[in-house]
């Protein structure tokens, strides 16, 4: 069983920066497919920010030149660097991990694991 756990959320203002962690454990795949979602209340979940195996990521509109997403397959973890946080970006982020894929994933349904969440909350 493969267990992902978030770290690093928290309450910011505007304007700030918070460093997201997701740390995988257990039976652990070797350069697939990482992501990055949030849902905010009422909202449904939304990607963020994903990685492939070789590196290549993709963005969504709304944090490109902001986030940035990283991954230390040494390590088992993938990164959410969020700069010039916005009210709007308060959510709870979830990372999520394929066991099969290795392209770049934007589909919350092709993902196999998902962390329990961390709660961002950016005040105006």
């Known amino acids: 069983q493969v267990q992902l756990v978030e770290t690093g959320g928290g309450l910011v203002q505007a304007g700030a920066s918070l460093r997201l962690s997701c740390a995988a454990s257990?039976?652990?795949?070797?350069?697939?497919?990482m992501g990055w979602f949030r849902q905010a209340p009422g909202k449904e979940r939304e990607l963020v920010a994903a990685?492939?195996?070789?590196?290549?990521?993709h963005y969504a509109d709304s944090v490109k030149g902001r986030f940035t997403i990283s991954r230390d397959n040494a390590k088992n973890t993938v990164y959410l660097q969020m700069n010039s946080l916005k009210p709007e970006d308060t959510a709870v982020y979830y990372c999520?991990?394929?066991?099969?894929?290795?392209?770049?994933?934007?589909?919350?349904?092709?993902?196999?694991?998902w962390g329990q969440g961390t709660q961002v909350t950016v005040s105006s």
């Open positions: 999520a991990l394929s066991a099969r894929q290795f392209r770049v994933i934007y589909s919350s349904n092709s993902y196999d694991y």
């Open positions: 257990g039976r652990t795949f070797s350069s697939t497919a």
């Open positions: 990685v492939g195996g070789s590196g290549s990521t």
